[in-house]
Every structure is written in C-alpha cells, then in structure tokens.
C-alpha cells in the first residue's frame, strides 16, 4: 500500500526531473514540448494530477509523440553536432525518470 509520503517523495522527483527536461528544451531552442513540459509542471505545483496524466500522454508513442523528438541542428536547435547524442541521453534520462514518477503517482492516486 502506498502512503502520502510516498506520494509526495515521488512527486518531488517528478517534478525535479521535468524541471531538468525542461532546462534542456529550453537549451535547445525547442518551443513545442518547452511549453508542454512547462504546463505540465505548472499543473504539478498546483496540486493537479493533469500534470501527470499530461506527461504520460505524451509518452503513450504515435507519431508525433515526445518517444519521436530528437534534439538535433536539422530541426533548428541550438546543439552543435557533437553534443547531439549527449544531450538527447540526457533528455531521455530525465524525461523516463518523469515518466516513472507520473505512472506511481497516477496509479497510487487510483487514475
């Protein structure tokens, strides 16, 4: 059985990583999921589960989904060639590390 404090831990750590991924896009000049991951995290602060369940749909895959984007100087980011597999490591690192904390959440709060 999960607990508040559970809860709130993994909510701590949502919210740490989507500020990280969203720190990236802001890096790279994104504006789409900039302001996606923005919303989301807002939602979050404000004590709203749409946050979580905003991120995870996101995620669900399809074309067009955030499992598409690719940080990468073809599609107008500012990231130099070099940097391009680092930086999308860390994206996904954080961005799955989000999704993890959004699915216990959701799923302890009975979504």
Not at 3 to 31: K, M, P, W
Not at 68 to 95: K, M, S, Y
Request: net charge negative; charged share 25%.
């Amino acid at each position: 059985m999960t607990n508040d404090q559970d809860v709130q831990a993994r909510t701590a750590s949502f919210l740490a990583h989507a500020r990280e991924v969203e720190a990236i896009l802001q890096e790279a000049g994104e504006v789409k999921w900039l302001q996606w991951i923005s919303r989301a995290i807002a939602d979050v602060e404000a004590s709203r589960v749409a946050g979580f369940e905003l991120v995870l749909a996101g995620f669900r895959g399809g074309m067009g989904s955030f499992n598409d984007f690719v940080i990468h100087p073809l599609n107008g980011h500012t990231v130099t060639r070099d940097a391009v597999e680092q930086v999308n490591d860390r994206l996904r690192r954080e961005a799955s590390a989000a999704v993890a904390d959004a699915r216990f959440v959701t799923r302890a709060l009975g979504r």
